[in-house]
């Protein structure tokens, strides 16, 4: 009688707990197929934006190597300018020597002009050798300073191809 009772103890006890399961499996939320269409299309909607971001990640990339080939561009180009800048300075630098020396042959040309007509006033006699020498001085100085500048252009050119 005792195992009897055990048995009916043992059968109340499992039958208060498939009890609890049978609630515990009502309480769960039912299954609804609109639910995974709806599940579907927000798995299908992540799939699209994972795409997208990729998309955007692997166009980041190129712009970033597209940034970098720049930036290798303009350190070229900057140094680039800088040689043409010395380059120019050295030009100008030489092209003001040039000046100087052109304006030293005019006031050394103008000083005989003026010696030289000094001493024509002196010797009346001597007008034709006057006009003479005053048309030999006016083609000179032109060619004299012709002759400079094309010397010095020859020179920077010589150095620029040195370098």
Do not use: W
């Amino acid at each position: 009688l005792d195992t009897v009772r055990q048995k009916l103890a043992h059968l109340a006890e499992n039958e208060q707990t498939l009890a609890r399961h049978i609630e515990q499996i009502r309480s769960l939320p039912v299954f609804n197929p609109q639910d995974l269409t709806s599940l579907q299309a927000e798995i299908s909607a992540c799939g699209e934006q994972l795409t997208t971001a990729m998309s955007t990640v692997s166009s980041l990339a190129t712009l970033k190597n597209t940034a970098q080939e720049l930036d290798s561009d303009v350190a070229t180009l900057r140094k680039v300018l800088q040689r043409q800048e010395a380059e120019l300075l050295s030009l100008r630098e030489a092209l003001s020597a040039k000046d100087t020396r052109i304006d030293a042959l005019q006031s050394t040309m103008q000083e005989m002009y003026t010696a030289l007509k000094n001493f024509q006033s002196q010797q009346p006699s001597m007008a034709g050798l006057r006009d003479e020498l005053q048309t030999y001085i006016r083609q000179q100085v032109p060619a004299a300073a012709a002759h400079i500048i094309r010397e010095e252009i020859a020179e920077l050119l010589q150095e620029m191809g040195e370098e």
